[in-house]
């Protein structure tokens, strides 16, 4: 891998490379460390191999425990994970500098629930390989009520008049008929 | 957020909400909002395929040369931009498909036998203000035009004086905001009119909608593929947000047939695409929070 990083061409390869292990890694510490008893909540993520990328603690900041993630220990089943949320991050080196990415995952009733990048690249060239990892990582939406969320503004496909549910309920009828 | 007034219609066959921020009297606000509805009416006449007494209808019954008014100006030189980068498939001409779709002025929503749209080249010549066909054919402006339709509501309000306004043209959003208290405007869940999947949040410029979940039948929704001759599946929600809604209306539908990539190449502007399993891809300056989950 160190022969890559001496080809100009292929050193915007290896940026995305090196992002996309870093945070595939990342994602994989969170959710094996979320299975985890609580009391190896703040084991330090092994580095990832090979080049030079520092994190920092894994840091569960669970329901009623404290940042250092000393809460009481719940009886876990074997398949079961904490509920709270967890951050890691993640420095790599990128030429004559050093930049960053973190990932946050909540888990809610003994799964994830949702996933978040925060992209704190400053130079133009990372700022835009992490806007093209944060574009291509792949999030699943889901439904809130909009009556939870008290807005009275919304947004989606153009609302259809009277006459034309009208004519779209007639023919559902005649479908059925 | 100032107080301020609303008003809501049912215009070019879908809902308005109309809400002036700030301090303006009832009277006025009935002066803007009969301005708003005769500007409307005005345009339908104009673009709409759907009535008998449009300049379109009469377009569709012979070939010749027709002047358009000067809103025409923008609108169909997006179009003619969009043709060239969807590779012909989003065209005014797709009219014929629609109405052959059943999506006529009847409602009947029974397909017959679906045709093709003409090429542009074919049919069309435009040279502001001048429009020339060399046959007959229906037009239809669905994809752009309440959005356009809207930034013109947007110019009324301003020249009356309103400095601050939400204008929704049925889930098309043109709006400006007071500074530092954006719109915070729920994102509709593709298959559920009663949830949304994140919030966006606008301080001016438009945000537009577009999915196949309302204007449906059988196995066709409002938007075909003019070289196949079916509505694309692949989609289940899109929004773009962009300077005008003329821009953001005419992109909703462009990203049916074209990769988001491509067309950031010619226009600027910001997306978030749902896809039918709920997969999220939006570009990274889009402006909404999302309701995830892995």
Redesign the interface.
């Known amino acids: 891998m160190m022969e890559f990083m001496d080809t100009a061409e292929s050193s915007k390869g290896k940026v995305i490379a090196w992002i996309t292990v870093i945070a595939a890694v990342v994602i994989v510490y969170l959710v094996m460390t979320a299975r985890a008893h609580n009391t190896s909540a703040n084991a330090i993520p092994a580095a990832s191999g090979t080049g030079n990328t520092t994190s920092s603690p894994l840091t569960n900041a669970g329901p009623g425990s404290s940042n250092s993630g000393q809460g009481s220990t719940s009886p876990s089943s074997s398949s079961s994970y904490k509920d709270g949320t967890y951050t890691a991050s993640e420095n790599y080196d990128v030429p004559h500098d050093v930049e960053g990415l973190s990932v946050t995952l909540t888990v809610k009733g003994g799964s994830v629930d949702s996933v978040s990048i925060k992209q704190t690249a400053s130079n133009r060239d990372s700022q835009e390989y992490q806007d093209l990892f944060a574009s291509n990582y792949q999030p699943y939406v889901v439904g809130k009520k909009l009556s939870d969320l008290q807005l009275n503004r919304v947004s989606g496909a153009s609302l259809t008049s009277e006459a034309f549910n009208e004519a779209l309920a007639r023919i559902a009828s005649q479908a059925q008929a | 957020m100032a107080t301020g007034t609303a008003f809501r219609f049912?215009a070019i066959?879908?809902?308005w909400s109309v809400e002036l921020l700030g301090g303006c009297s009832e009277a006025q606000a009935r002066q803007v909002e009969a301005t708003i509805r005769h500007r409307i009416e005005k345009f339908d006449k104009v673009y709409s395929r759907f009535r008998k007494d449009s300049l379109v209808k009469r377009i569709a019954g012979k070939a010749g040369t027709f002047r358009m008014p000067p809103d025409a100006g923008p609108l169909i030189a997006l179009y003619e931009k969009l043709y060239q980068m969807t590779d012909g498939a989003v065209t005014p001409l797709i009219a014929a498909t629609l109405e052959s779709a059943g999506y006529g002025a009847g409602?009947?929503?029974?397909p017959g036998q679906v045709v093709a749209p003409p090429a542009w080249e074919d049919v069309l010549s435009w040279d502001a203000p001048e429009l020339a066909l060399k046959r007959p054919a229906l037009l239809d402006f669905g994809a752009a035009g309440?959005g356009y339709l809207a930034d013109l509501v947007g110019e009324i309000i301003k020249s009356h004086g309103t400095e601050y306004f939400?204008i929704?043209a049925?889930?098309?959003?043109v709006c400006r905001s007071p500074a530092g208290q954006p719109?915070?405007?729920?994102?509709?869940?593709?298959a559920?009119?009663?949830?949304?999947?994140?919030?966006?949040k606008l301080q001016g410029g438009s945000?537009?909608?577009?999915?196949?979940?309302?204007?449906k039948?059988g196995d066709y929704h409002h938007i075909i593929d003019p070289h196949t001759l079916q509505s694309p599946k692949d989609i289940a929600?899109v929004?773009v947000t962009a300077e005008n809604g003329l821009l953001a209306d005419g992109l909703t539908t462009a990203l049916f047939f074209c990769p988001p990539a491509e067309l950031q190449e010619h226009f600027e502007f910001e997306y978030a695409i749902?896809r039918p399993?709920?997969?999220?891809?939006?570009?990274?300056g889009f402006p909404a929070t999302?309701?995830?989950?892995?």
């Not at chain 2, 945000?207 to 204007?215: A, D, E, V």
Request: aromatic share 14%; hydrophobic share 35%.
């Open positions: 049912e066959g879908t809902k409602y009947s929503f029974q309440k939400y929704d049925g889930g098309d959003i719109f915070e405007v729920a994102l509709e869940h593709p559920d009119p009663n949830s949304a999947i994140g919030v966006a945000l537009c909608g577009s999915g196949p979940g309302r204007r039948w929600a929004w749902v399993d709920m997969a999220l891809e939006h570009s990274p999302f309701f995830t989950t892995d």
